[in-house]
């Protein structure tokens, strides 16, 4: 069993930047797909990002060319660069496998952008 725990999130002004950070304890991220996700109150939870075992990567289109995935195998972790934070990017954001049923779940890390 996969557990994770999400830190780095914060308050920022529109147009700065944030890195959160994935941890888990148990098998590394290279054994499972993995994503990043948003939740906000009334929206469902949203994909955000995602890796393949294979280290392919995904983003959703209000996020391509400002958020980058990346895996620091050396010490397990799964990070998100956000840069030109957006108020709309806000949220409580997760990690968790993509098949994981309710993603959204758990210990997360708040991000807030102010305009």
């Known amino acids: 069993e996969v557990e994770v725990q999400t830190s780095g999130g914060g308050s920022v002004q529109a147009g700065g930047s944030l890195r959160l950070r994935c941890t888990a304890s148990?098998?590394?991220?290279?054994?499972?797909?993995m994503g990043w996700y948003r939740q906000v109150p009334g929206i469902e939870c949203e994909l955000v990002s995602s890796?393949?075992?294979?280290?392919?990567?995904t983003y959703s289109d209000s996020v391509r060319d400002r958020f980058t995935l990346s895996l620091d195998n050396a010490d397990n972790t799964m990070n998100l660069q956000m840069n030109n934070l957006k108020p709309d990017d806000a949220g409580v954001y997760y990690c968790?496998?993509?098949?994981?049923?309710?993603?959204?779940w758990g210990q997360g890390t708040q991000v807030t952008v102010s305009s």
């Open positions: 968790a496998p993509t098949w994981a049923p309710k993603p959204c």
């Open positions: 148990g098998p590394p991220f290279d054994f499972a797909d």
């Open positions: 890796i393949s075992v294979d280290h392919k990567t």
